[in-house]
């Protein structure tokens, strides 16, 4: 079984630019979940998604981060004007649906704003 | 609010020996699930061990095992036997409604031959 798939695992930007990640969970994941992990700290939840809809968006910094996922499977986080604070790694991770299932996560994408 | 508390930054132990993680949490729910993850230098986060709340026997996962204390609200994790590959960031973390994970800061394990 294929694992949670992220891309870029890097990428290096300038403040006030725009930046995208995408995922692409485990095959038949009905949830997915975007983390912000900045360094030294734990993973702290940004978004979650059920199928296309949104269950938790508390956390995301709407004036500068947007997500979506088109067909209840892929998703793109993206970052527009990216600022110095924004450097961390982003994680992505999936499950079967809410409950007790384990999320699965990614290889995460580190992203540096300079 | 939820909140996990690791209060040990960094751990040390040598191989084929035990060390154990302390985690601490807040919560006012009565069923819940606890977690360890691993996170090696790849970044990518690894199920270590999983406790509901409602049980009141310890997990266990070969090598690894919790001491769950719903009272204390305190969670540690026991590696025996150390192995080099256990050298990693550990994470506690608590679930949450509806499916949040709250992570701990961490403990990073050095393991020593």
């Known amino acids: 079984e294929a694992g949670v798939a992220q891309s870029p695992r890097y990428k290096i930007i300038e403040k006030r630019q725009s930046v995208a990640f995408w995922c692409n969970p485990i095959?038949?994941?009905?949830?997915l979940y975007w983390y912000q992990q900045i360094l030294g700290q734990g993973p702290k939840l940004l978004i979650q998604f059920q199928n296309n809809g949104v269950v938790d968006d508390s956390q995301l910094p709407k004036d500068r981060f947007s997500a979506e996922r088109l067909k209840g499977v892929d998703s793109t986080l993206k970052i527009q004007p990216a600022k110095l604070e924004d450097s961390a790694v982003y994680l992505c991770a999936s499950s079967w649906t809410g409950g007790s299932y384990e999320q699965y996560f990614g290889p995460g994408t580190r992203l540096t704003v300079t | 609010a939820q909140t996990v508390t690791q209060s040990q930054p960094e751990m040390s132990v040598q191989e084929a020996e035990t060390v154990t993680l302390s985690c601490t949490y807040d919560?006012?729910?009565?069923?819940?699930?606890l977690f360890w993850y691993k996170q090696p230098p790849s970044r990518q986060m690894i199920l270590v061990i999983r406790q509901e709340a409602y049980k009141q026997q310890n997990a266990t996962e070969n090598r690894f095992s919790v001491n769950f204390q719903k009272a204390a609200k305190s969670f540690s994790l026991k590696i025996s036997d150390s192995q080099l590959g256990d050298a990693a960031m550990y994470f506690c973390a608590y679930r949450s409604a509806p499916d949040k994970l709250i992570f701990g800061t961490g403990t990073r394990l050095q393991v020593f031959p």
């Open positions: 095959s038949g994941h009905a949830t």
């Open positions: 919560t006012s729910e009565s069923d819940y699930y």
